[in-house]
Structure formats: structure tokens, C-alpha cells
């Protein structure tokens, strides 16, 4: 006998229980907050809309399907099962933070504050969740299938992000490697030494978040992929040039039979994904690591 459906909602904490959590009760998190000019009202009435969201999509889940939920913090230690339906309730950055964790479940995204979140991946209401969970599991349902990056170390380490990965020191302070290109892609082969404040590789998804803000910053010097294509982006932040370190490689493009390659120079490297730091590879002096598109990728419904 098949098992039924598994619902698995994943969440955060909310800013204002994070608040209660720390000062001990509402009182003494409102002082806090009116001392620095804000009014908890605004925080309540946030984490008001989020447990509501969380309750809409928690009773429109059908009676004969399984439940589960999982918060963000706890990621790392939850078993996703091959037939779970994920509904992501939060922001966009939340579908990025869970997409590492799967390999083809599908995932809808509920966006618990419309109007505060872009949208891009969050593109749901939590009224819509009974239908979207239907049809997360229908044939024919169109879902868009979001590339992802991974970076694998030559000691077997591997790390999957659907936004970003960083390379770099940790503090982002100066790191030292060499850099280069195995296949077809920006670099010709040459390799440099450089000391700099990290690399970063990402996404058609990744285009919309951080990746975004260092490519206008260099005055859009190559074209963004896609969400859906097999094509990443890299750039090397503030790269120092010296007598042993170059600046000719600081952005390129990667199809998806290309790798960048980095080969740390310093005792200690990290390399993590979506802005979760505390979920990081370490390279230490001498290894490589390889960076380039995953063979997995993210379906998101709808």
C-alpha cells in the first residue's frame, strides 16, 4: 500500500516571537523596541499575518494527508521524503534556504506578508493553498523547474544553493586563491592568484537577490540567466591587485558543462550557500574546490 501525501510546512521564526524570546515577555521587547524608535505594534501585527498564513494552509491540507512541520533553524536535521508536498510559508529567501535539502519534491511558496515580499518565489496566497497542494501532485501541473549551483571540494564535500554560493574568508575579510575555468566559459583557461573579499557564483534565481546588486554595481557587464536556464554567473568582490595577486578575471559566465575552480591560499576558507553561513564547507591551505551547475533542480508550482 502507497503512503499518502505528506505536507511538510516549513517556516521561520518570526521576528517578534525571536524578541519575546530574548527580553522574556511583550512588555519588556516593547520597551526595548520604543527605546530605539519602534513601535511593537507593527512587529505584533506581522507576526499576527504569519501565524495566520501558517493556520490557512495547515486546514486546507486534505484529512487523509500526513503533516508535518519544520522550522528554518532545524533544516538541517529534518528527513524529506520522496513523497512530500512542501509548502514554504514566509518569504522568498525561505524557498532558497530549503531548496538544498530535496531532489524533486515539489514546493509551493506562500507568501505570508503580500505586498513586503517580492514574490519571486513566494508566489502564493495562503487562500490558494488547498488547490496548489492538489496540484502539486497532478500530472500535467506546470512547475518551473529552477537551476541550482553546487560547489564539490576534492575531499568529497558538496554544497547545493538555488540563489548563491560564496568562497571566501570567514568575516568576509581577504581571502587567497587561485581562480580559474575548467570547460566552456569566461576565463580561457588561465589561472590567477588573487586576494579578495570572496567569490560569488549564482543563479538565473540568484539574478533577482545579491548576485543582482554586485552586477549593477560593475555596470551590468554580461548578461543575467535565466530562473529555469543551465548558465551561471561569477564575480569576484574587491579584488586587490599586487605584485602577486591580478584583477583580469573579476566576472565571468559558466554553461553547464563549465566549473570555476578555487584553490585556497589561506589556512582557512569557507564556502556557503543562500546566506547561510552557519551551513559552510571549510577549505583549508592547498585544496580545490569545484563550482558549477547541479544535476538537481528546484520545482516550484505555479
Known amino acids: 500500500m502507497s503512503l499518502a501525501p505528506r505536507v511538510v510546512i516549513v517556516h521561520r521564526t518570526t521576528e517578534y516571537e525571536e524578541l519575546v ?17 519602534r513601535d511593537i505594534e507593527e512587529v ?35 528527513l524529506f521524503a520522496p513523497e512530500d508536498v512542501v509548502v514554504v510559508v514566509g518569504q522568498d529567501g525561505l524557498v532558497a534556504n530549503v531548496a538544498k535539502y530535496l531532489d524533486g519534491q515539489p514546493v509551493v ?7 513586503r515580499n517580492p514574490g519571486v518565489l513566494v508566489r502564493h496566497r495562503p487562500a ?14 506546470r512547475a ?25 574568508a570567514a568575516g568576509h575579510q581577504t581571502a587567497r586563491y587561485r581562480l580559474g575555468v575548467e570547460g566552456d566559459g569566461d576565463g580561457g583557461g588561465a589561472v590567477e592568484a588573487q586576494a579578495s573579499s570572496g567569490v560569488l557564483v549564482g543563479t538565473g534565481t540568484g539574478a533577482t537577490g545579491w548576485i543582482r546588486s554586485v552586477w549593477e554595481g560593475r555596470g551590468a557587464p554580461l548578461p543575467l540567466p535565466g530562473p529555469t536556464e ?29 566549473r570555476l575552480t578555487l584553490t585556497a591560499e589561506s589556512e582557512r576558507l569557507i564556502v556557503f550557500g543562500d546566506g547561510m553561513e552557519g551551513d559552510a564547507l571549510e577549505l583549508t591551505w592547498g585544496q580545490v574546490v569545484r563550482v558549477g551547475v547541479c544535476g538537481r533542480r528546484l520545482r516550484l508550482v505555479g
Open 128 to 141: 490558494d493553498a488547498g488547490k496548489l497542494l492538489r496540484a502539486a501532485l497532478a500530472a500535467g501541473t
Open 144 to 168: 518551473d523547474e529552477l537551476t541550482m549551483v553546487e560547489a564539490v571540494a576534492d575531499d568529497t564535500q558538496r554544497l547545493l544553493a538555488l540563489n548563491e554560493i560564496y568562497l571566501g
Open 44 to 78: 505584533a501585527e506581522r507576526h499576527r499575518r504569519t501565524r495566520h498564513a501558517l493556520s490557512d494552509v495547515t486546514s486546507a491540507i486534505p484529512l487523509t494527508w500526513r503533516q508535518s512541520r519544520v522550522e528554518r533553524a532545524d533544516l538541517d536535521r529534518f
Open 109 to 115: 511558496g506562500i507568501d505570508s506578508e503580500p505586498g
Open 230 to 258: 543551465d548558465r551561471l554567473v561569477w564575480f569576484v568582490r574587491e579584488a586587490w591587485p599586487s605584485p602577486a595577486t591580478g584583477t583580469s578575471q573579476v566576472a565571468g559566465r559558466l554553461s553547464a558543462a563549465a
Open 21 to 37: 524570546a530574548h527580553h522574556g515577555t511583550h512588555g519588556q521587547a516593547a520597551f526595548f523596541l520604543s527605546s530605539r524608535g
